[in-house]
């Protein structure tokens, strides 16, 4: 689906901001650090615990948003005899945070960043997310560094991880390094990026997992307002993410074989979903053999036509459930009898972003004494089997925020616009009151409720639909079929 763009007009962006600020109180979000935290991490950030192991000849880069500073991860790719080396580094936060610190104990009470139009409120302070401990370019830095071996296909040989201090050496972002492999000006870093992400994919395809092409909606600062834009992932972004994949998923291994460890966990769904979504395709038109595997189904569809489009929002609910599993054999606390995340169709562990999500601190800790021979920490151990439960309530909170904030800007980019029609597409159809639904609006980029009275909602259709009610007091938008 093409990116649709449109500006909230500026004379709203104070009242916008005012909703903001009064959501995060409702929401009980501090945006101010202790004092005691703050200088906890200034004291860190001068005197960091920088490890033996020097691996600052290689020239690593980061990847990500063109405005991020908390830069989690850093790579650099190469060729070996009979495939590929990923050598993949990940900001040290243990060098920094000390166990029952103040730093750790606020970090506990946050559990991961949070993103608003208007800020963001940041796990750990920004003297350590996006400075000390971040890995931007020309920076000597801690890192947990991991060293994965591919063989030709692109399946894992061998993985090992250390702790090593290294350098970033370029700082890049997913649009420009998108524009240089299609532009074919990309340096070999970026080629065997495109390659290796291939390669992992077509692995991911093997296993029976699968990714979403679904377009997100976004919130995002422009021009003095805000805007709201449908955000279709590029090739780039795929690549991207199945490095960090690969690297969970070699976490997971690790870790289950210890008997210790933390995974993100995804059930299958059952059955009857699978039934529900053959009916839905039917509805649509969407062509789904009954030889054909969801998974070989979800890669032939194009998400720019819009039945296919209705089809794959219908498909995120096989998603729902994911969450986080503690276990420890030594006291007592099993893994999951089933340890694999659905999508992927393998075990998966978040470790990779510590420097955004709490959990991620913990699985390298065990990794490393893992990997190394060691001990896991005793701090670990002693908290290990509480970490789920924290974030699953950062989670919850994580996404109540994402909605909220996307609801605000849509009232008040639409308020005194009631009575207005615009075109739309039904993406969603209540299957117990089917004149209910939910519409994506061509533009502005806007998914809301629908309700109507007559005929039911036709799914995967375009339709015409009028606003009756954008309510910014309540966050609120609702059409009607014309």
């Not at 405005?67 to 070996?80: C, G």
């Not at 190394?372 to 439960?389: A, H, K, M």
């Not at 375009?462 to 910014?472: C, E, G, K, Y």
């Amino acid at each position: 689906m093409p990116r649709r763009q449109l500006s909230v007009r500026t004379a709203d962006t104070a009242r916008i901001n005012t909703e903001l600020a009064d959501l995060r109180s409702r929401l009980e979000i501090r945006t101010e650090w202790p004092a005691e935290v703050l200088a906890e991490a200034d004291r860190a950030a001068a005197v960091p615990r920088l490890p033996d192991a020097d691996a600052t000849d290689l020239e690593l880069f980061t990847l990500d948003p063109p405005d991020s500073r908390d830069l989690d991860q850093a790579m650099h790719l190469a060729r070996r005899d009979g495939g590929y080396r990923v050598h993949y580094a990940i900001a040290d936060v243990a060098a920094f945070v000390a166990p029952g610190g103040a730093v750790d104990a606020e970090a506990h009470r946050r559990v991961q960043t949070l993103y608003f139009p208007d800020t963001r409120v940041p796990l750990h302070p920004p003297r350590l997310s996006e400075d000390a401990a971040s890995l931007l370019p020309g920076r000597l830095r801690p890192a947990v560094l991991w060293q994965i071996d591919l063989d030709a296909d692109g399946a894992v040989v061998l993985a090992d991880v250390r702790r090593a201090q290294v350098r970033s050496h370029r700082r890049l972002d997913y649009a420009g390094a998108q524009e240089a492999v299609d532009a074919g000006t990309a340096d070999e870093q970026l080629l065997l990026l495109a390659e290796i992400g291939r390669l992992r994919e077509q692995q991911e395809a093997a296993r029976g997992g699968i990714s979403l092409p679904v377009p997100e909606q976004e919130v995002e600062p422009a021009d003095g307002g805000y805007r709201l834009a449908y955000r279709s992932p590029r090739p780039a972004d795929g690549w991207n993410a199945q490095i960090s994949l690969l690297t969970g998923m070699a976490a997971a291994d690790l870790m289950l074989d210890a008997g210790i460890g933390l995974l993100r966990t995804l059930p299958a769904a059952p059955e009857t979903a699978y039934a529900r979504l053959h009916r839905v395709a039917r509805a649509l038109g969407v062509d789904w053999p009954g030889t054909m595997a969801y998974p070989d189904l979800i890669r032939s569809l194009d998400p720019a036509d819009t039945r296919n489009a209705a089809f794959l929002e219908e498909c995120t609910g096989l998603l729902r459930g994911a969450g986080y599993h503690a276990f420890d054999e030594a006291q007592g606390a099993a893994p999951p009898a089933d340890p694999g995340h659905a999508a992927l169709a393998a075990p998966y562990s978040h470790c990779t972003a510590p420097l955004r999500r709490l959990a991620d601190r913990y699985a390298q800790e065990i990794c490393l004494a893992v990997a190394g021979g060691t001990e896991v920490p005793g701090w670990v151990r002693d908290e290990l089997l509480g970490v789920p439960g924290a974030m699953e309530r950062g989670d919850r909170r994580a996404h109540e925020v994402e909605r909220a904030c996307v609801d605000l800007v849509e009232a008040e980019l639409l308020n005194g616009r009631e009575g207005e029609d615009f075109d739309a597409v039904v993406i969603d159809v209540d299957e117990h009151r089917p004149t209910r639904g939910t519409v994506q609006l061509s533009e502005p980029a806007v998914v809301a409720k629908c309700d109507g009275d007559g005929a039911g909602l036709p799914l995967g259709e375009r339709i015409r639909v009028r606003l009756t009610s954008a309510d910014p007091a309540t966050r609120t938008v609702r059409f009607a079929p014309v």
